[in-house]
């Protein structure tokens, strides 16, 4: 009778434990669910015309989500909507907000403005604890997915939101992300419909994750970057890497490009060609190659040349090539992906930094993503180039400090085109692992779920690596 009871009790026991799990904002070991890996930012286009401008707006592949969203906003998350994301809840009482848009600037909580302390609590934080008063945002908007997506696979991509968030499609949960200046993709096909569809978001103004995102500077929340869908076919360019370098004489460039292709469908093989195509500054084609493969589910092809009499990149003379890769399917639409690439060699001897065997004194200016006439945290091109021209005293450096940056989120036009021709060097550090954050200097168990989590994904965390501007700095607080 004795061991009877004490096995019902341990089974209460274990089932109220089970019962009493954590929501993935309050638990410390899941930092994202469902989300796609990282990869570098780019969109596909139907000819080599539209991909030359690469204005996402002009790609058949492309629909922005921005502008005005149904939004409720509660002080605490106990007083949230729970129910919001359900097609047959009513909303009809709800506010609009732009969307990127931060809420405090909008009127709803409050900015805070602190240094190393934790906002939401000052003095001897306990990660992984948060606050009860926790205010929420809950974002509602109804979409048509274009008729000529039909058969391609469907992503959402959100360029930052602050700081935990999570995705419901038609009612159904999709995923979670807590990375909240890093972008988050999901592919969301087997949840949509034919005709309307609707996108909800959820998004908590503190989760785990805030407790590695304790920089100086103001503390805002919100979606405060793009969000866009994409659509690919089943059998696409998942990401690719670029290899821009000279060889010792300094004259010569070497060329590598290794595409990542996908398959989503494995079940159906099928057969591609993927060819890349070189054009110097003056338009004239420098170096091509072509491959026709048969994938299953996943394969990387590569690609590598030799440029005879490079013109290379520097901050004073930006010289850029521009790549065009191009993905052919029987009976599909051609896709093409456009890229700038810039010849240089970047070398420590000693205690001095080169840039084309020359050695190179950084002057510049640091960025943090925020403006003061915005409604949500974005630096103007024209305010950037006077900081870095006249505050930095005719620099060639913007520092990208703190937290992650993105390059097709944050300014495309200016990463791209901007300072590229322009001439800035971008040097940039993600200081991932530290971010003034508790976890950095204590053993704990929080300690060691988030390191263990950030080093798989540490590389993608860089998005201007691809790019010849794109200059590895360090992970420790320097600035200019």
């Known amino acids: 009778m004795k061991k009877l009871f004490s096995t019902i009790i341990c089974c209460l026991i ?25 990869r570098t930012a780019f969109m596909t286009y139907s000819d080599v015309d ?13 629909k922005s989500l921005n502008g005005k969203w149904k939004f409720n906003w509660v002080s605490s998350y106990k007083k949230r909507p729970v129910n919001f994301y359900k097609t047959d809840f009513d909303d009809s009482a709800w506010n609009e907000i732009e969307v990127p848009a931060n809420w405090e600037i909008n009127g709803y909580g409050n900015a805070l403005y602190t240094n190393h302390p934790y906002e939401f609590c000052p003095r001897n934080p306990q990660p992984p604890l948060l606050p009860e008063e926790n205010p929420v945002g809950s974002y509602r908007k109804y979409i048509e997915i274009p008729e000529q997506w039909n058969g391609k696979e469907i992503f959402l991509h959100i360029g ?17 992300s807590e990375d909240s200046k890093d972008a988050v993709e999901y592919n969301i096909t087997r949840y949509l419909k034919p005709g309307r569809n609707l996108i909800a ?7 785990t994750g805030s407790y590695l995102e304790c920089q100086d500077f103001w503390r805002i929340s919100g979606i405060e970057r793009d ?15 670029i290899r821009q370098d000279l060889d010792s004489t300094y004259k ?15 079940r159906q093989p099928g057969q591609v060609t993927v060819s890349y195509q070189l054009e110097n500054t003056s338009g004239t084609r420098v170096a091509e190659g072509t491959q026709t493969i048969k994938i299953d589910s996943a394969t990387t092809v590569h ?20 790549l065009f890769i191009r993905i052919e399917q029987p009976g599909k639409t051609t896709e093409v992906i456009p890229f700038r690439v810039g010849f240089r060699k970047l070398e420590i001897r000693g205690n001095q930094f080169l840039v084309n065997g020359r050695a190179v004194l950084i002057k510049g200016v640091n960025y943090h993503e925020h403006d003061e006439h915005a409604e949500f945290a974005r630096e103007r091109i024209d305010d950037l180039r006077r900081r870095v021209e006249h505050d930095g005293q005719d620099g060639n450096a913007l520092g990208f400090i703190r937290y992650p940056h993105s390059a097709d989120d944050i300014f495309p036009e200016f990463v791209q085109n901007g300072v590229e021709f322009f001439g800035a060097l971008f040097l940039f550090h993600d200081d991932t692992d530290r971010r003034n954050a508790v976890f950095g200097h204590k053993k704990t168990p929080f300690s060691r779920a ?12 860089i998005p201007f690596s691809p790019f010849p501007s794109g200059v590895p700095f360090g992970a420790g607080c320097k600035y200019f």
């Not at 539209?50 to 492309?62: G, L, Q, V, W």
């Not at 978001?201 to 989760?207: A, N």
């Open 14 to 38: 274990c089932s109220t434990a089970f019962m009493q799990v954590k929501p993935e904002w309050q638990d410390e070991t899941i930092p994202f669910v469902g989300k796609e890996y990282p």
């Open 50 to 62: 539209k991909a030359r401008s690469n204005d996402f707006n002009t790609s058949f592949d492309y």
């Open 160 to 176: 930052a939101v602050k700081s935990g968030c999570y995705l419901y499609v038609n009612g159904t949960k999709v995923g979670y």
């Open 201 to 207: 978001l959820e998004v908590y103004r503190w989760s």
């Open 227 to 241: 969000v866009y869908l994409f659509a690919q076919l089943p059998l696409h360019l998942r990401d690719f890497s």
């Open 252 to 266: 010569n460039g070497l060329f590598g490009l290794d595409l990542f292709m996908e398959n989503t469908n494995p």
């Open 303 to 322: 690609f590598e040349a030799k440029i005879p009499q490079v013109a290379p990149w520097t901050a004073e003379t930006p010289n850029l090539y521009q």
């Open 450 to 461: 988030r390191k263990k989590e950030s080093a798989p994904t540490r590389f993608k965390q």
